[in-house]
């Protein structure tokens, strides 16, 4: 439910905040005073589209922020909560539009995209204009109003889950089949490539362990140089290391004879001289077993050209070929089962298949028997709204393959259309075919009368519903506005009395003009202000003591329920 509005900088709106409560709210006010401004501010919580034109002259942003209760909402509630945006029962949208481009949305603090707001107000707002009648109009939306009329939502979600169970494996067995179809080629493709992989008999990590040993073979004889050289100076030639590191230890010796105070460790001396003598005698050894072995670097070159040839083929590298070994042995055992798992899959889809139908036409079946009170229901309504000769009819057409077995989809067997006819002799058409505007107007409104119990937005607003019509009429839309307020909260714009007169509270909106600049302002009324601006709505510029009694008598018949019916 919409509790507060605030809107900053909107066209001609300085700064307005306006509280609503529940039930039925009525907003009047003279042409041009600005309420259609109010609706196209409230459209950008909607998602709308936001542009600079919309921001008040010599201010560079407008700001459109509401608070909503949501205290009963409790799917979307649980929503937010996964969204990480929940804060309780309160939910503030604020919408910021700048003349840099820079628009941003904020929800309950958080900054979020565009998208995300769309989604989210959808469950709190609707608007029903002229205008905005198109989802209700549209042909392939008449099947979920039919439905959630009937109750059948919960049906038609558990047909769904075994129709989606059905397309899955339907996917899975067409994918088996065409793997089937070309198991010859791929399954010959895959046996070459496999033993052109196992014939190498690869190794992990074996090209860098192969490079290694090439760049030694390649280096022998530098390799026998340096070592040679480190030998020599350590262990090998006059004066060595290890020489004069053995004079040096005997030289130390000789002194701690003589004065103790010298604190050099022996046996760390002797430690160091054995780890060189170590180190000379492992290089020793390692010059030993180099050599020079041509055939055994050809080996290696050509080994390495071959894991190349592989590696550019199946790589790029070691890894991803041993990888891939291993995944075309899945392929290949895959293919040698793909006859029997064709076999499974068509099996379950045949039970599956069989589940479907009969949940398509259980669904079918009661579908029908609720559009006879939707079209019982419509008829009655439209009919106390000024429509005596309207008929209106749930026609049904069957999804089927060229007259053979019904086809099925995620909504079941049926494609579902409204059609009316608003005159006598006239024959019944689609309904975005037949009505004009303001006969649009009232067949909208008495859906959202027969769809209030099941509807789950929070607020609807209605934006001259009452177009083209007056009198007993307009009553009967007023009484209808009332009904419907006992399920949703309802803002109604209107320029008739004898609606304005069934609102809990009125509103009223004006354009007042200070120095060089236009303002709009909106305020609940009064009682006596009430009086006052129903006593215009019926009399204009020139407000009489009689046309006040008038306005009085139609307060009064609405309050004590003596209206028409």
Do not use: W
Request: charged content about 30%.
């Amino acid at each position: 439910m919409l509790t507060e509005l605030n809107i900053k900088n909107f066209a001609i709106i300085d700064e307005m905040k306006v509280s609503f409560s529940d039930g039925l709210s009525v907003i009047s006010g003279e042409t041009g005073a600005g309420k259609s401004i109010i609706i196209g501010a409230v459209s950008l919580l909607l998602g709308e589209k936001a542009s600079g034109d919309m921001i008040r002259s010599s201010e560079d942003t407008a700001v459109v922020e509401a608070l909503f209760d949501i205290g009963r909402m409790g799917a979307l509630k649980e929503r937010l909560k996964q969204m990480g945006f929940y804060q309780g029962d309160d939910l503030v949208i604020r919408r910021v539009v700048s003349r840099s481009g820079k628009n941003k949305v904020y929800l309950n603090g958080n900054l979020v995209p565009l998208g995300l707001l769309s989604s989210v107000s959808e469950s709190l707002l609707n608007i029903c204009s002229q205008h905005e009648h198109q989802v209700m109009l549209n042909a392939e939306n008449h099947i979920d109003i039919l439905d959630e009329f009937g109750g059948l939502l919960t049906l038609r979600s558990e047909y769904t889950v075994v129709y989606d169970q059905y397309q899955s494996l339907n996917a899975r067995s067409r994918e088996l089949e065409s793997v089937r179809q070309k198991r010859g080629e791929r399954e010959d493709l895959l046996r070459f490539q496999l033993q052109e992989i196992e014939g190498a008999a690869l190794k992990a990590g074996e090209d860098a362990s192969l490079l290694e040993e090439k760049r030694v073979l390649e280096n022998v004889q530098k390799l026998m140089d340096y070592a040679g050289k480190a030998y020599d100076t350590l262990y090998g030639k006059k004066g060595s290391v290890l020489e004069e590191l053995r004079d040096a230890i005997t030289n130390i010796r000789e002194i701690k004879k003589i004065d103790t105070g010298l604190h050099v460790s022996e046996e760390d001396l002797e430690a160091l001289f054995y780890q060189l003598e170590d180190v000379a005698l492992t290089i020793r050894d390692y010059t030993k077993n180099l050599a020079f072995d041509v055939g055994r670097l050809e080996t290696i070159e050509e080994r390495l050209t071959m894991i190349g040839r592989l590696k550019r083929k199946y790589g790029p590298t070691l890894e991803h070929v041993l990888q891939k070994k291993t995944e075309m042995e899945g392929e290949l055992q895959g293919i040698s089962s793909v006859d029997e798992e064709i076999e499974q899959a068509s099996k379950a889809m045949k039970l599956l298949r069989s589940q479907t139908m009969e949940m398509a036409g259980n669904l079918s079946q009661k579908r029908r028997k609720v559009a006879a009170g939707l079209k019982e229901t419509m008829e009655g309504d439209i009919r106390t709204l000024g429509m005596a000769d309207a008929r209106f009819e749930v026609v049904f057409k069957e999804l089927s393959h060229n007259g053979g077995e019904p086809l099925f989809g995620r909504k079941g067997i049926d494609e579902v259309e409204f059609f009316l006819s608003t005159n006598v002799g006239e024959a019944l058409k689609p309904l975005n075919r037949t009505a004009s505007g303001g006969e649009l107007s009232r067949i909208i409104l008495a859906m959202k009368k027969v769809l209030a119990r099941t509807g789950s937005v929070g607020t609807i607003i209605f934006d001259e519903v009452d177009s083209g019509i007056g009198g007993a009429t307009a009553e009967i839309i007023g009484e209808k506005l009332r009904d419907v307020s006992g399920y949703h909260q309802v803002l109604c714009i209107t320029h008739l009395p004898q609606i304005a007169c069934f609102g809990n509270r009125h509103y009223r909106v004006t354009k007042i003009v200070s120095g060089e600049r236009t303002n709009t302002c909106v305020r609940v009324l009064s009682p006596e202000e009430r009086l006052e601006e129903i006593t215009r709505m019926l009399g204009g510029v020139e407000l009489t003591e009689k046309t006040r009694e008038h306005a009085r008598e139609m307060l009064l018949t609405v309050r004590k329920g003596n209206h028409k019916s």
